[in-house]
């Protein structure tokens, strides 16, 4: 399978045709009859994070909304899997259906789809977060989550440092641990770092993408002990996180959470009266619709094959929000030139824990697996 990373190239090409400015979708070409059914796990598309910005991939390519998908059920739906023992049922189930794309979110379903794949080399089929499933009829997706990490670690250091605290530190609350978290928590670590060399930094794993009390029970312990922000990336888990951030800013608090996948601002939004104020001073975006709609195009084109595509900075595949105020102009210019910094390799961010642990002063003792 060739592995293709979209950089400079498929700025000009992938990101012009499905970027934000000009994404292909039914509002302004046909998509016929071409199916799709999206797969994911228990936290469903509801999670506000990942499998919410799948959706929204497939709602923008058929020219629906949130409010109103009105070929749900006909030319796309959505199937959840309660436990992972569901994951190969569901996909065959999906499979002997007979859809022109099957399409599942996350790492945790690769074996499952693997196996599947295999032995029905007609169907084709995308998996998301997953860069080892090398079959034909496979498309597999992963971003440069390191790389968007690195900036809200970088935002949330400036913050403090704007803030004037004294010796903050940071929290990593990671869902289930792999190669994909790892690159969040490190890009994350070494964003903070570069700013305040010399942060303390805390981490740990809920085990779990539907577990928000326990982020929250983590969050708030962490909070109390004086960590100034918490990253999460652990799908549903954590929305504890950001509750707990909200009730604490409602309490006065100086203390923040910082969201993951989609802008998380309005979850964290804890002012009736005033809807710019939310508890995720900014957000990672890890913009999962834009594979979604790579994959539809590729089907509607007929230029789908087995491949490996990276998103990375470059190709606006990953980002920070920018939705809320407290996150100053002075501050989003200096994250910008960070920005530019990492798109022209003169930063350059570790992806796995082995090369971030050669790095002066980076934490040896987390819990991340590469």
């Known amino acids: 399978m060739k592995r293709l990373i979209l950089c400079s190239l498929l700025c000009g090409l992938t990101v012009a045709a499905f970027g934000r400015g000009g994404q292909q979708s039914a509002s302004s070409s046909t998509t016929g009859s071409i199916t799709i059914r999206l797969l994911t796990d228990a936290t469903g598309i509801d999670d506000k994070s990942f499998n919410a910005a799948a959706w929204r991939g497939i709602l923008e390519f058929y020219g629906d909304t949130w409010q109103n998908p009105r070929q749900r059920g006909s030319a796309y739906d959505v199937l959840t899997a309660q436990t992972q023992d569901m994951y190969i049922p569901n996909i065959k189930q999906v499979t002997d259906e007979g859809y022109d794309l099957i399409t599942a979110t996350g790492f945790t379903f690769a074996d499952a789809l693997a196996e599947v794949a295999q032995a029905n080399p007609q169907q084709k089929y995308q998996i998301v977060d997953v860069d080892w499933v090398t079959l034909p009829n496979v498309l597999g997706v992963v971003f440069a989550e390191h790389e968007g990490s690195y900036l809200v670690g970088a935002a949330s250091a400036l913050k403090a440092k704007a803030d004037g605290i004294t010796n903050p530190r940071f929290g990593f609350i990671g869902g289930?641990?792999?190669?994909?978290?790892?690159?969040?928590?490190?890009?994350?670590?070494?964003?903070?770092?570069?700013?305040?060399?010399?942060?303390?930094?805390?981490?740990?794993?809920?085990?779990?993408?539907?577990?928000?009390?326990?982020?929250?029970?983590q969050a708030k312990n962490w909070y109390d002990a004086g960590v100034y922000a918490i990253y999460?990336?652990?799908?549903?888990?954590?929305?504890?996180?950001?509750?707990?951030?909200?009730?604490?800013?409602?309490?006065?608090?100086?203390?923040?959470?910082?969201?993951?996948?989609?802008?998380?601002?309005?979850?964290?939004?804890?002012?009736?009266?005033d809807p710019t104020q939310s508890a995720v001073l900014t957000s990672m975006l890890k913009r999962v619709e834009t594979s979604l709609l790579y994959g539809l195009n590729a089907i509607k084109t007929g230029t789908f094959r087995g491949e490996i595509i990276t998103l990375d900075l470059k190709a606006d595949g990953v980002g920070y929000s920018r939705s809320n105020p407290?996150?100053?102009?002075?501050?989003?210019?200096?994250?910008?030139?960070?920005?530019?910094?990492?798109?022209?390799?003169?930063?350059?961010?570790?992806?796995?824990?082995?090369?971030?642990?050669?790095?002066?002063?980076?934490?040896?003792?987390?819990?991340?697996?590469?």
Do not use: C, M
Not at 179 to 204: M, R
């Open 176 to 217: 289930i641990p792999g190669s994909t978290i790892t690159k969040f928590e490190i890009g994350f670590i070494q964003g903070v770092l570069s700013i305040l060399p010399t942060a303390e930094i805390v981490d740990y794993y809920v085990n779990s993408w539907g577990e928000p009390a326990l982020a929250k029970t």
């Open 232 to 273: 999460s990336a652990a799908g549903g888990s954590g929305n504890g996180t950001i509750a707990q951030a909200k009730e604490y800013r409602v309490a006065g608090k100086n203390v923040w959470a910082i969201g993951v996948d989609s802008d998380q601002h309005e979850e964290g939004q804890y002012n009736p009266s």
């Open 326 to 370: 407290a996150l100053t102009a002075d501050i989003i210019q200096q994250l910008d030139q960070i920005k530019q910094d990492i798109t022209t390799g003169k930063i350059k961010v570790a992806a796995t824990y082995a090369q971030a642990k050669q790095l002066p002063g980076f934490p040896q003792d987390l819990k991340a697996q590469d």
